[in-house]
């Protein structure tokens, strides 16, 4: 089966400077890339994904990067602010379809923004 | 209303007894799975039903049962909890159509 690895475990970064969370995957079949925000006490929330149509997306200050020649692909958080420390998963599955839908998750990050 | 609930939010299991975890998601999406997560480890994928066809994951086919009886319920059954079940369940749901999976808050599972 499919498997992510997610780097860094913990990232610690001054308020207003960028983070960026690096991933990868070992099936090449995998086209589908989520990223989940979990705070404590709450649900993980998707808050960007990418297909593997695309190599670059962005969602305000989120970037997310595809790369499928090296199976690698990363979230960087621009302009870091206090409310953005929270756990950070990544994930990555075959897409849609009954037996294809189901996500990978990568350990997660834990990220702290400083003031 | 893109909410997943799950019920209980905290759980308490002797050794040995069952267990029984709930969730439910008025998006009617077809699609419910069930993750664990353990402490410094990923969320692992147990099992997910597909309208009201259930897929267990191989190393895990044995340790749990799930039933659907509606679209918008699902439950997570542990028929004789170890100490090795105390974990965070996480409930999930999509819609065969998108890729997005939207998740509950979770259940902490204690078994003592």
């Known amino acids: 089966g499919e498997q992510v690895e997610q780097l860094p475990s913990i990232l610690r970064v001054q308020e207003g400077s960028s983070a960026s969370i690096n991933c990868s995957y070992e099936d090449s079949a995998s086209n589908y890339f989520p990223w989940y925000k979990q705070e404590p006490g709450e649900n993980p929330k998707l808050i960007i994904d990418?297909?593997?149509?695309?190599e670059r997306k962005q969602i305000q200050e989120l970037i997310v990067l595809l790369d499928k020649k090296a199976k690698r692909f990363s979230l960087h958080i621009t302009d870091t602010q206090p409310g953005d420390s929270a756990m950070y998963f990544c994930?990555?599955?075959?897409?849609?379809?009954?037996?294809?839908?189901?996500?990978?998750f990568g350990h997660g990050t834990i990220l702290r923004v400083h003031p | 209303d893109t909410t997943v609930k799950q019920n209980p939010r905290y759980k308490l299991a002797r050794v040995g007894k069952p267990v029984n975890l709930i969730c439910s998601q008025t998006m009617n999406h077809d699609t419910m799975y069930w993750y664990q997560k353990k402490p410094n480890q990923a969320p692992k994928l147990l099992l997910f039903?597909?309208?009201?066809?259930?897929?267990r994951e191989a190393d895990t086919f044995e340790k749990f049962q799930s039933s659907r009886p509606n679209n918008s319920f699902c439950s997570l059954y542990i028929g004789s909890a170890g100490l090795e079940y105390s974990a965070m369940y996480l409930c999930a749901s999509s819609d065969i159509n998108q890729d997005t999976q939207y998740f509950g808050p979770g259940t902490r599972l204690l078994v003592l």
């Open positions: 039903y597909y309208d009201k066809i259930l897929n």
């Open positions: 990418i297909r593997s149509n695309m």
């Open positions: 994930a990555a599955s075959e897409g849609t379809g009954a037996n294809t839908g189901k996500l990978t």
